[in-house]
């Protein structure tokens, strides 16, 4: 059992930038491939980041590319979005999300799941 806590979320201006936290309890978090994933008020929870448990392979949905980077620290049982250039249509809720084996972009996917944390971006 892995459980993920998420932190780092908040209230930001347009063209702001936040650093997401997500924190696991798993005592082999570099087994995992770690996915961060959003979902706005009314609509589908959508893939934002993903980084493989080497943090060597990392991809990113069109929306974000240049402008969030995923990291990951497998000594701190950790994994970072950084968000740059924030733009309203980023804001919703968060999610940080683990599973075993490759990286992938499907959330049905994942096994575990944060309870997610906020992020608001006024314009």
């Known amino acids: 059992q892995v459980q993920l806590v998420e932190s780092g979320g908040g209230l930001v201006q347009a063209g702001g930038s936040l650093r997401l936290s997500c924190a696991a309890s798993a005592r082999t978090f570099s087994v995992y491939a770690m996915g961060w994933f959003r979902q706005a008020p009314g609509k589908e929870r959508e893939f934002v980041a993903g980084i493989s448990w080497s943090g060597i392979s990392t991809t990113y949905a069109d929306s974000v590319k240049g402008r969030f980077t995923i990291s990951r620290d497998n000594a701190k049982n950790t994994v970072y979005l950084q968000m740059n250039s924030l733009k309203p249509e980023d804001t919703a809720v968060y999610y940080c999300?683990?599973?075993?084996?490759?990286?992938?972009?499907?959330?049905?996917?994942?096994?575990?799941w944060g309870q997610g944390t906020q992020v608001t971006v006024s314009s």
């Open positions: 999300a683990a599973k075993t084996g490759s990286m992938v972009v499907a959330p049905d996917r994942y096994d575990y």
